[in-house]
């Protein structure tokens, strides 16, 4: 009996350092900290993180993460958003467009003529 008591509190502590671990990988790829000249921090507390994003033409940023994410395009544009499989899609996002996506992995480019302008919103765990 105590035995098993010992084993689910050491898997107990292993999952919470794994998760630590995927929470701080997580940190070390988020869009402000992979590119920071594209990505700002507006505010950051235990809930959310709150990044500005601006992308001059031709600009693009580094593969980052994002958690689950609602984004307002303040000055919107034409985009190319890679994955990191190698697939990649072209968008055209109006200004004012308000977008909510899951937590991802990809690479935005610029492919406009005019800056484009966002403020992300990402939820934390």
């Known amino acids: 009996m105590k035995t098993s008591v010992i084993a689910i509190v050491l898997l107990g502590m292993a999952l919470n ?7 701080s990988q997580q940190d070390q790829r988020s869009a402000h900290v992979t590119s920071p000249d594209q990505y700002r921090v507006l505010l950051e507390n235990d809930q959310v993180l709150v ?47 308000v977008m909510w996506h899951e937590a991802w992995t990809h690479q935005v480019t610029n492919t406009g003529s005019e800056p484009v302008m966002a403020i992300i919103v990402e939820a934390k765990p």
């Not at 984004?71 to 985009?79: A, D, E, H």
């Not at 190319?80 to 996002?93: C, F, K």
């Open 51 to 97: 990044l500005e994003m601006v992308l001059e033409p031709g600009e693009s940023d580094r593969l980052h993460d994002h958690r689950d994410e609602t984004v307002y395009f303040q000055q919107g544009g034409s985009l190319r958003i890679s994955l990191p499989g190698g697939e990649a899609m072209d968008v055209t996002v109006p200004d004012g467009h």
């Open 17 to 23: 350092l794994s998760a630590c671990a995927t929470a």
